[in-house]
């Protein structure tokens, strides 16, 4: 059973090669409309999408991402995780937004902002665009925050880089589904480590096949090297969010 959003979804892949050409505004405006009908967590609309069009604000993305080839995307989104609006409305109403600085705001707000970054990427592939999520921009969040003029209850969680595909990369296969789908209770270890040998050569094949960047590693390598690379990353994070308001209690 398939139809042709399913079909879309499923040939998703991350595009980091664009046409040099840029979105129209009417194109920026449907994505922004197709973020903002996602779903919202108790209907508190806890995100703010900011479009950077200045070339040297854009510059500066692509050092702290270290994806210099942002600068010839079509269209760049910052997706900002927000309780700002909401705390004015709080304020308006004298009312104690002591809530707003929670745990559970902050993840409130990420979820919002998360799930309205997959609505616009879903929702630009369906206009024949391509592009990238970047967490990268996390690499100097309190930079971000000073670039994008970002108030309190605010924190920049994600960019994301749009445009007219220049090239078409390999699909890259994902996990077994029965390793990520399990019914009434969490799946065996044995089951698991049975279905990652024979993704580890799927994955291997795909990285040794591909026709750029062509390389020999399993997903087990891959995660490997991900928690290698990642010490003493990003340390000062919990710091910026709740320099910003978050997590306080
Ligand atoms: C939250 C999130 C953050 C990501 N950050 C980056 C990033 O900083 N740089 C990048 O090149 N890709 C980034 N990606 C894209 C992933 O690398 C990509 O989705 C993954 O490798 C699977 O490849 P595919 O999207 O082509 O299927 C991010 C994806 C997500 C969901």
Do not use: C
Not at 93 to 120: G, R
Request: proline letters at 4%.
């Amino acid at each position: 059973m398939t139809n042709p959003i399913i079909d879309q979804l499923t040939q998703h892949r991350s595009i980091r090669n664009f046409q040099n050409k840029p979105l129209t505004n009417e194109q920026v405006a449907v994505l922004v409309d197709a973020a903002q009908h996602a779903s919202t967590s108790t209907f508190s609309q806890q995100y703010s999408i900011i479009s950077v069009t200045d070339p040297e604000i854009l510059k500066e993305i692509g050092r702290i991402s270290g994806h210099h080839w942002l600068m010839n995307a079509g269209h760049y989104f910052v997706m900002v995780a927000d309780q700002h609006r909401n705390l004015r409305i709080a304020k308006a109403h004298d009312s104690d937004p002591f809530i707003l600085h929670s745990m559970d705001k902050f993840l409130a707000s990420v979820f919002d902002t998360a799930i309205a970054t997959e609505n616009i990427m879903v929702a630009a592939e369906s206009m024949g665009l391509g592009g990238t999520i970047m967490g990268s921009i996390l690499n100097d969040s309190q930079k971000m925050i000073e670039l994008l003029n970002l108030p309190e209850l605010t924190f920049p969680l994600l960019g994301i880089a749009l445009g007219y595909p220049a090239d078409e990369p390999e699909l890259k296969p994902r996990l077994p589904k029965e390793a990520v789908h399990f019914r009434n209770q969490y799946g065996s270890d044995e089951n698991f480590d049975q279905q990652l040998a024979s993704y580890d050569a799927l994955v291997a094949a795909y990285y040794k096949h591909r026709s750029s960047n062509d390389r020999t590693e399993t997903f087990s390598h891959h995660i490997v090297s991900e928690l290698a690379a990642g010490h003493g990353r990003r340390a000062e994070l919990v710091d910026v969010i709740r320099k910003q308001g978050f997590m306080l209690h």
